[in-house]
């Protein structure tokens, strides 16, 4: 068909673009730049990530704009996936299970890159990463509030509340030299979030109850 319409036209056919590999490549080494210095327990600037990744300088800035842009951007793409994964297994599971997995994914990637993310919540990279982060997880919280808080509660007002906890209990976990578990900090907020979070009622079917 193509074909006959480029006859008609006197175009010539052209087949669909293949996808450049390498914007994706160039993330994957800044990435595991990023874990190799965390590791090492390296101070985390542009000169060292791009010297680890053996990427030049101009295609770290085509893909971020700084270090605080790699913590967002992974921030934003950890909780597009905890979001879903959120809204499916409260569907399911319920609401305590899909919680604490909640938590759970969340923690394990800030534990796993606390040198980036633990300089971005601190504010040592600057303050405008840590606000970005709080406003991705504000939403995130909304998104929950606004299918499980009861209707006294403001959902906006709600996710302030929990958001801005959270990165606080975060930030100070990663600064510790000697932190507790990932368990145990999951329970311990487990027991904290309001109930309508971790446990909501169900539903009773009547719109006026």
């Known amino acids: ?6 006859m008609l036209t006197g175009a010539a056919p052209h087949a669909s673009r293949a996808v450049d590999p390498r914007p994706a490549r160039t993330r994957a080494a800044i990435y595991g730049a990023l874990d190799r210095l965390g590791t090492r327990g390296e101070h985390l600037t542009v000169a060292a990530v791009v010297a680890e990744a053996q990427v030049s300088r101009s295609s770290f800035y085509a893909q971020f704009q700084d270090l605080d842009d790699v913590a967002v951007q ?4 950890l909780f597009a996936d905890i979001q879903r994964m959120d809204a499916n297994m409260r569907r399911g599971e319920g609401a305590r299970d899909a919680t604490s997995a909640c938590l759970k994914r969340f923690f394990t990637e800030c534990q796993s890159r606390p040198g980036l993310y633990g300089a971005a919540l601190n504010g040592d990279l600057s303050s405008e990463a840590r606000h970005r982060i709080y406003e991705i997880l504000a939403r995130n919280v909304t998104a929950t509030a606004g299918f499980s808080a009861p209707r006294s509660v403001d959902p906006q007002i709600a996710a302030t509340f929990i958001a801005a906890g959270l ?3 975060v930030t100070e976990w990663l600064r510790c030299r000697q932190p507790t578990t990932e368990e145990h900090l ?3 907020l487990m027991s904290l979030l309001p109930g309508w979070v971790v446990d909501p009622p169900e539903p009773t079917g009547n719109p006026d109850a």
Do not use: T
């Not at 068909?1 to 480029?6: G, N, Q, T």
């Open 74 to 77: 992974l921030m934003s793409e």
């Open 186 to 188: 999951r329970a311990q």
């Open 1 to 6: 068909m193509l074909y006959a319409c480029c």
């Open 167 to 169: 990165l606080a209990v």
